[in-house]
């Protein structure tokens, strides 16, 4: 018998560009199951409140929403009433903020026990990404919530169409932009600290270049540095995901377009391989770099 | 039997100073030249030989350098070293922390790494949920942990604190519910680091006992790193010393053992270089030791035997020695005219020997400073007479008194004062 075959493990300098472990990650899948509960266990152990913090963030963030933007600054919701407006468009958006946000600290926060022990570091982030889904759920059904109340009391011209259909679809896209660009940061923030100085505050920036508190036909036919600024901001990748489920949901201006879905998914799945590769390369040496 | 582990030319390495400095135009210049001019990594070749106490003269380290051996499946494998000697670094390479710089290393079977006891615990959890989830950190499925789970929490010795969150643990009781997990581990290859030096003594007990089931029961490869060498001596079969990165001896265990003990910076001899000094008195040679055997346990009495010359008769004689902790703390004084009432001796030589019984020291390292002078006038000891020995706890007790640990503990003694005890 041939001898290398024999080995179960071999540890090499660097692994070729292609070497993820699919296998391997799918044996670690109870890991994955247990730090999703250890996730959800520990976020608000010790606090009062507990879970409905959940619900008053967003809660919050609405009414401010109302009263800056819908109050002050006079920006209009596409005729949908303010806060279910605010509200659709926050709850995904803090979905995709959040695990963004947790993923891309992944080697920097998990340093002390990634230095201890392998496994594939994948699960990490993997396991954020799926906690994250709870607190979404809890505030997707305080939309629907809202969403019945404002139904109720009658007259409300916001109703749900076909669309909504490619809601998983769209959370998965959500999930899985966040952890494309997660990875990115995650890897790249190991060796450079400066980039997570400038990453934190592109993400709240991020926020105002995708169509949340005001309507993408807002922006529509007007032109900025010499280009549509239509197009560009549905070359940001959370835009059409984000519009999608707003006109699913809400009926709120008009479909993005079936073009723009696919560009935000062909993105997505760039985004994700070019991601897991960079990650993998980056779980060999970062102990020694972070 | 086959080859369960095999270190092909393995090197690692670090690079000095803050890390977190890393630069962008290291990393350029490294890429220009591999990348681009296909020529060596011009950093690979200026590290310097890992000695922590010389300065540097060079930004990159070996921490370990062109390591190679085999390790049997089933054997037991001690690795020890000096401080920095890159024990720790082998370990993390073996399990996949971090990767090495050059080389391949092969293994056959799962790698359990513990490289720390309770790795991943949260203090917000309880006892059981930890259980579940150290366990699934170090590689076991969730099933397999249900089946163990009894036997875990038994081994614990934690079974009435398990539903309680860890964070209410004494560090102790933490310690054994890490252990216990780590215990349950069932993989082909072992790492293991130091991490017997933690736990209460009825624990550390526990867990030899069952590393040793481990090892020998059940066809297991252990490789385990420790400072304590009656353990390793009691546990592995085989050893290698590693000095400033490199494989400097391996051998059996007792062998590598003493192999590192004559190296060590330990000074258990002292010759005079100049004999016929033309002095009143000469110090000729001295030595520690133990009574019987090669290693000093607590239960080992500690000899020390010296010969001086007397050259001329010496007014107030003063042959004898200070026992201080290797802290500088004095801590006994033994002299030769202790019983006799002697002031003087005839000229000619003399061996003396001392002897602290068995029993009175407790582990740890003890310096003994010479005195051989006339008193009040010099001492012919001078400071390179300074021997040192290291006291290591005793192979059939598990006390936890590590004197060298406890600050507030300045006595020598290590109190084995229990006469016998019966059940009435």
Same mark, same amino acid.
């Given at each position: 018998?041939?001898?290398?075959?024999?080995?179960?493990?071999?540890?090499?300098?660097?692994?070729?560009?292609?070497?993820?472990?699919?296998?391997?990650?799918?044996?670690?899948?109870?890991?994955?199951?247990?730090?999703?509960?250890?996730n959800?266990?520990?976020?608000?152990k010790?606090?009062?409140?507990?879970?409905?913090?959940?619900?008053?963030?967003?809660?919050?963030t609405?009414?401010?929403?109302?009263?800056?933007?819908?109050?002050?600054?006079?920006?209009?919701?596409?005729?949908?009433?303010?806060?279910?407006?605010?509200?659709?468009?926050?709850?995904?958006?803090?979905?995709?903020?959040?695990?963004?946000?947790k993923?891309?600290?992944?080697f920097?926060?998990?340093?002390?026990l990634?230095?201890?022990?392998?496994?594939p570091?994948?699960?990490t982030?993997?396991?954020?990404?799926?906690?994250?889904l709870?607190?979404?759920?809890?505030?997707?059904?305080?939309?629907?919530?809202?969403?019945?109340?404002?139904?109720?009391?009658g007259?409300?011209?916001?109703?749900?169409?076909?669309?909504l259909?490619?809601?998983?679809l769209?959370?998965?896209?959500?999930?899985?932009?966040?952890?494309?660009?997660?990875?990115?940061?995650?890897?790249?923030t190991?060796?450079?600290?400066?980039?997570?100085?400038?990453?934190?505050?592109?993400?709240s920036?991020?926020?105002?270049?995708?169509?949340?508190?005001?309507?993408?036909?807002?922006?529509?036919?007007?032109?900025?540095?010499?280009?549509?600024?239509?197009?560009?901001?549905?070359?940001?990748?959370?835009?059409?995901?984000?519009?999608t489920?707003?006109?699913?949901?809400?009926?709120?201006?008009?479909?993005?377009?079936?073009?723009?879905?696919?560009?935000?998914?062909?993105?997505?799945?760039?985004?994700?391989?070019?991601?897991?590769?960079?990650?993998?390369?980056?779980?060999?040496?970062?102990?020694?770099?972070v | 039997?086959?080859?369960?582990?095999?270190?092909?030319?393995?090197?690692?390495?670090?690079?000095?100073?803050?890390?977190?400095?890393?630069t962008?135009?290291?990393?350029?210049?490294?890429?220009?030249?591999?990348?681009?001019r296909?020529?060596?990594?011009p950093?690979?070749?200026?590290?310097?030989?890992?000695?922590?106490?010389?300065?540097?003269?060079?930004?990159?380290v070996w921490?370990?350098?062109?390591?190679?051996?085999?390790?049997?499946?089933?054997?037991?494998?001690?690795i020890?070293?000096?401080?920095?000697?890159?024990k720790?670094?082998?370990?993390?390479?073996?399990?996949?922390?971090?990767?090495?710089?050059?080389?391949?290393?092969?293994?056959?079977?799962?790698?359990?790494?513990?490289?720390?006891?309770?790795t991943?615990?949260?203090?917000?959890m309880?006892?059981?949920e930890?259980i579940?989830?150290?366990?699934?950190?170090?590689?076991?499925?969730?099933?397999?942990?249900?089946?163990?789970?009894?036997e875990?929490?038994?081994?614990?010795?934690?079974e009435?604190?398990?539903?309680?969150?860890?964070?209410?643990?004494?560090?102790?009781?933490?310690?054994?519910?890490?252990?216990a997990?780590?215990?349950?581990?069932?993989?082909?290859?072992?790492?293991?680091?130091?991490?017997?030096?933690?736990?209460?003594?009825?624990?550390?007990?526990?867990a030899?006992?069952?590393?040793?089931?481990?090892?020998q029961?059940?066809?297991?490869?252990?490789?385990?790193?420790?400072?304590?060498?009656?353990?390793?001596?009691?546990?592995?079969?085989?050893?290698?010393?590693l000095e400033?990165?490199?494989? &400097?001896? $391996?051998?059996?265990? =007792? %062998?590598? *053992? /003493?192999?590192?003990l !004559?190296?060590?910076?330990?000074?258990?001899?002292?010759?005079?270089?100049?004999?016929?000094a033309?002095?009143?008195?000469?110090?000729l040679?001295?030595?520690?030791?133990?009574?019987?055997?090669?290693?000093?346990?607590?239960?080992t009495p500690?000899?020390?035997?010296?010969?001086?010359?007397?050259?001329?008769?010496?007014?107030?004689?003063?042959?004898?020695?200070?026992l201080?902790?290797?802290?500088?703390?004095?801590?006994?004084?033994?002299?030769?005219?202790d019983q006799?009432?002697?002031?003087?001796?005839?000229?000619g030589?003399?061996?003396?020997?001392?002897?602290?019984?068995?029993?009175?020291?407790?582990?740890g390292?003890?310096?003994?400073?010479?005195?051989?002078?006339e008193?009040?006038?010099?001492?012919?000891?001078?400071?390179?007479?300074?021997?040192?020995?290291?006291?290591?706890?005793?192979?059939h &007790?598990h $006390?936890?008194t590590? =004197? %060298?640990? *406890? /600050?507030?503990?300045? !006595?020598?003694?290590?109190?084995?004062?229990?006469?016998?005890?019966?059940?009435?």
């Amino acid at each position: 018998m041939n001898e290398t075959q024999e080995w179960t493990t071999i540890i090499k300098p660097k692994d070729k560009l292609l070497s993820v472990d699919l296998k391997e990650l799918w044996r670690y899948r109870d890991l994955l199951t247990l730090f999703v509960k250890r996730n959800i266990i520990t976020q608000y152990k010790q606090t009062i409140l507990g879970p409905a913090w959940f619900v008053i963030q967003p809660l919050m963030t609405v009414f401010m929403y109302m009263v800056v933007f819908g109050g002050i600054a006079g920006i209009g919701t596409d005729g949908i009433p303010q806060p279910l407006f605010y509200l659709s468009g926050t709850c995904m958006w803090h979905y995709f903020s959040d695990c963004l946000n947790k993923t891309s600290t992944t080697f920097v926060s998990n340093s002390g026990l990634f230095g201890k022990v392998y496994f594939p570091r994948l699960v990490t982030p993997l396991s954020d990404v799926i906690s994250n889904l709870l607190r979404f759920g809890i505030q997707m059904c305080l939309f629907i919530v809202v969403y019945i109340i404002y139904a109720f009391m009658g007259g409300c011209p916001a109703s749900p169409n076909w669309y909504l259909l490619l809601f998983p679809l769209l959370v998965v896209m959500m999930a899985g932009l966040a952890l494309g660009f997660g990875l990115f940061i995650s890897s790249m923030t190991t060796k450079y600290r400066d980039l997570s100085i400038l990453f934190s505050f592109m993400v709240s920036l991020w926020m105002y270049a995708t169509p949340i508190v005001y309507p993408l036909s807002m922006v529509k036919g007007k032109v900025a540095a010499g280009m549509d600024l239509y197009t560009i901001m549905c070359l940001n990748p959370v835009t059409p995901v984000l519009e999608t489920f707003k006109y699913g949901a809400l009926g709120a201006g008009e479909f993005i377009g079936w073009g723009w879905l696919l560009y935000s998914f062909v993105f997505l799945v760039v985004l994700l391989f070019l991601g897991i590769l960079v990650f993998n390369r980056t779980q060999k040496s970062f102990m020694d770099t972070v | 039997m086959s080859v369960s582990i095999e270190f092909n030319h393995v090197s690692k390495q670090y690079r000095l100073g803050l890390v977190s400095t890393r630069t962008l135009s290291h990393d350029l210049n490294r890429w220009w030249t591999v990348n681009v001019r296909g020529k060596e990594d011009p950093y690979l070749k200026i590290g310097s030989v890992n000695d922590r106490s010389k300065k540097a003269d060079s930004e990159y380290v070996w921490a370990l350098k062109d390591i190679d051996f085999k390790v049997e499946q089933g054997e037991v494998v001690g690795i020890i070293g000096r401080n920095g000697a890159g024990k720790s670094t082998l370990l993390k390479l073996l399990s996949k922390v971090t990767g090495p710089t050059t080389g391949t290393i092969k293994a056959r079977g799962r790698i359990g790494s513990l490289l720390e006891v309770g790795t991943g615990f949260h203090p917000e959890m309880t006892g059981r949920e930890n259980i579940y989830l150290n366990g699934a950190i170090l590689g076991m499925t969730k099933d397999e942990i249900s089946r163990k789970l009894d036997e875990i929490i038994d081994f614990s010795g934690c079974e009435r604190y398990i539903d309680t969150p860890v964070k209410r643990y004494s560090s102790g009781m933490t310690v054994r519910l890490g252990f216990a997990v780590a215990a349950f581990l069932e993989p082909e290859i072992l790492v293991v680091d130091e991490v017997l030096a933690v736990g209460d003594a009825e624990f550390q007990k526990k867990a030899i006992g069952k590393m040793q089931n481990v090892s020998q029961g059940e066809g297991r490869t252990v490789l385990f790193v420790s400072h304590n060498m009656a353990s390793i001596q009691r546990l592995c079969q085989s050893g290698i010393l590693l000095e400033k990165g490199f494989v &400097s001896y $391996a051998g059996t265990a =007792s %062998e590598t *053992i /003493s192999k590192y003990l !004559s190296e060590q910076v330990v000074q258990s001899e002292y010759q005079n270089p100049n004999p016929h000094a033309n002095q009143k008195l000469v110090l000729l040679s001295a030595s520690v030791g133990p009574k019987t055997g090669s290693l000093i346990y607590t239960s080992t009495p500690v000899q020390i035997r010296f010969t001086i010359r007397v050259n001329q008769p010496v007014g107030h004689l003063v042959v004898g020695f200070n026992l201080m902790s290797s802290f500088q703390y004095p801590l006994a004084r033994a002299d030769y005219n202790d019983q006799n009432g002697a002031y003087t001796l005839e000229p000619g030589e003399y061996e003396f020997l001392f002897e602290i019984p068995a029993n009175t020291l407790s582990n740890g390292d003890y310096k003994i400073e010479l005195d051989v002078a006339e008193k009040c006038v010099r001492n012919y000891a001078g400071e390179q007479s300074v021997l040192t020995f290291h006291v290591d706890i005793d192979e059939h &007790s598990h $006390a936890n008194t590590f =004197s %060298e640990n *406890i /600050s507030s503990k300045m !006595s020598i003694i290590r109190e084995n004062w229990l006469v016998g005890y019966e059940k009435q």
